[in-house]
């Protein structure tokens, strides 16, 4: 009967012994997955902050080309009006341009 109580405690022992063997080895997996998990979400962050920079530039490109297009497009109907040629007979100046929106449309939206 000895024998059953060595292998018994031998038994538990390597029983004791695979159970820290798994949590130390889950430990790690769990430390290594916040990690990357805190990695992704910082790089996620960096990407946000950079693309609403991005996004700011663009907008007040869009701002600007949108000054100068309203720009050109009075300047185009001044010198259209003094133009005493019948090179813009038949053509609706008016319908031409209403299709590019002014400024004052965009603001309002």
Known sequence: MPKKRRVVASDASDDEKDYRDKR???????????????????????????????????????????RELQCLKDLFLAHAANKSQ???????LQKLLADIPDDKESSSK
Do not use: P, Y
């Open 24 to 66: 130390k080895r889950n430990n790690e997996a769990v430390k290594k997955s916040r990690f990357k998990s805190k990695q992704r979400t910082q790089e996620t962050f960096t990407k946000v902050s950079k693309l609403k920079e991005d996004n700011k530039v663009l907008e007040e490109k869009v701002k600007m080309l949108t």
């Open 86 to 92: 019948t090179s813009f007979a038949g053509i609706d």
